[in-house]
Structure formats: C-alpha cells, structure tokens
C-alpha cells in the first residue's frame, strides 16, 4: 500500500514561492499517476495539478497554469509541486494522491485517486 509524507508548506508573502514534495513508501510510484489537491477553509477540495506516470504529461487548473509546476522523481519516489507568484486565494491545505496508471493518462478526478497523504498548509499573507 502506498503511504504519502508531504511537506513544504508553510507561510510566504504574495508573489513568493514554494516547494510541495510528496514522498512515497510502500510501493513505487511509477504505477502512478500523482495529483495534488487543495483544500481552502469553507470550500470544496479542487484538483490542482496532476502528472501521468507514463509519459509524464502534466495537467494544470486554471487557476494554476503559468505558475505552479509538477514534477518527479520515480528514484527518488517524490513528486514535487514548484508554486511561484503565489497569491492569497492560493491558502489551502494541499494534499498529493496517488492514481493506478491503468486509468491512462493524469485527470483531476478526485474519486480515481485512492491513495492520499495527509496534507501540507500553504498560507500567503503579508
């Protein structure tokens, strides 16, 4: 079974950056797709960002697109999400999760996703 450590969230200012890693044990992660996911208080959880464990295309919200950047590292076994130009309505508790790569290609479809870690805080604020 794979189990999830996230971490690098934390308080920046707007227009900083931050780095999320999610590290794996229990089971490679090249049988996965990896999203991230974020939960702001009083709102739904959204998908984020996901990155296929085939090929490595990588999908972005919107709301993310230009900014944030998903990556990794199957030797590693981290997936990391790069967040630049970071803005007050990007506060949320991210979360990664994991995605058989049976299903092909990376979606942000919550319920497809059956692993999940525990979640990192990322507050902007000045």
């Known amino acids: 079974q794979l189990q999830f450590v996230a971490s690098g969230g934390g308080l920046v200012q707007p227009g900083g950056s931050l780095r999320l890693s999610c590290a794996a044990s229990?089971?490679?992660?090249?049988?996965?797709?990896i999203g991230w996911f974020r939960q702001a208080p009083g709102k739904e959880r959204e998908g984020v960002s996901c990155?296929?464990?085939?090929?490595?295309?990588?999908y972005y919200a919107d709301s993310v697109k230009g900014r944030f950047t998903i990556s990794r590292d199957n030797v590693k076994n981290t997936v990391y999400l790069q967040m630049n130009s970071l803005k007050p309505e990007d506060i949320a508790v991210y979360y990664c999760?994991?995605?058989?790569?049976?299903?092909?290609?990376?979606?942000?479809?919550?319920?497809?996703?059956?692993?999940w870690g525990q979640g990192t805080q990322v507050t902007v604020s000045s």
């Open positions: 229990g089971s490679s992660l090249d049988a996965y797709s």
């Open positions: 990155i296929s464990s085939s090929d490595g295309f990588a």
């Open positions: 999760a994991a995605r058989s790569r049976v299903f092909g290609r990376c979606v942000l479809t919550e319920k497809q996703y059956i692993y």
